[in-house]
């Protein structure tokens, strides 16, 4: 089977760090995207790993242990409007196919 | 770029009528697009995968004689919704796949999605 285990939510308060794990256990694996989804909305993509690591992007910075089948997205500087559904998502092949996690919902308050 | 829309952003239809969504992809042409369905507070589950020029590989579990799915062009994917029951009411996104090189290669930009209320 596939399955990826990320919280179902977390609270946090602005200008505050967080942390959204996520492990996954899929047949076939080629990297591990994060996707940012407000309420009513689209899904944004945030960030990529197909190699161990960490990748860096302004605030927000994710990073994949691929022999621990374990990945996670970290936030800083937490702003209200980052208040939102978070998603990890493992691509399936090089063609792009996804298959996404339960999501993460994220508070952030003053 | 990479901007994907779709049409139309909601509709409400009778039970047994069906319902054609499109999703467009405006600034880059997208050989592989991917329909999905969210119902409230859950995750985005993958119905099908759309190729250009050929037939859509559907997801198991998912109808394809009940979600018709037509990739004409390099830029359009259409999903049609037959004889459309309540349950079928969700909200339904499609993404495109962007191509370019290096580690993001098909990096999937998504549509802002089709509220379907079926009455």
């Known amino acids: 089977g596939q399955s990826l285990e990320q919280p179902s939510e977390v609270t946090a308060v602005e200008g505050a760090i967080v942390q959204i794990n996520c492990t996954y256990q899929t047949s076939g694996f080629y990297g591990l995207s994060w996707y940012q989804q407000h309420d009513g909305g689209a899904p944004t993509f945030l960030s990529y790993?197909?190699?161990?690591g960490l990748e860096e992007t302004g605030r927000f910075s994710s990073f994949l242990s691929r022999s621990d089948s374990y990945g996670y997205l970290l936030l800083q500087e937490l702003q209200m409007k980052d208040s939102a559904s978070y998603f990890c998502?493992?691509?399936?092949?090089?063609?792009?196919?996804?298959?996404f996690g339960q999501g993460t919902e994220l508070s952030v308050k003053p | 770029g990479a901007v994907v829309s779709q049409h139309p952003s909601w509709v409400i239809c009778k039970s047994g009528t069906s319902v054609k969504i499109e999703c467009r992809s405006l600034?880059?042409?997208?050989?592989?697009m991917f329909w999905y369905r969210q119902f409230p507070k859950q995750s985005l589950m993958l119905m099908a995968t759309s190729n250009e020029g050929s037939k859509a590989t559907y997801e198991q579990g998912v109808e394809k004689d009940k979600f018709l799915i037509n990739h004409a062009s390099l830029t359009l994917s259409t999903l049609t919704v037959t004889s459309a029951h309540p349950e079928d009411s969700s909200f339904y996104i499609c993404s495109a796949s962007y191509p370019r090189a290096g580690l993001a290669a098909n990096e999937q930009f998504f549509g802002p999605g089709t509220r379907l209320t079926v009455l």
């Open positions: 998502a493992v691509r399936r092949n090089q063609g792009g196919k996804l298959i």
């Open positions: 600034d880059f042409q997208a050989t592989t």
């Open positions: 790993n197909a190699l161990d």
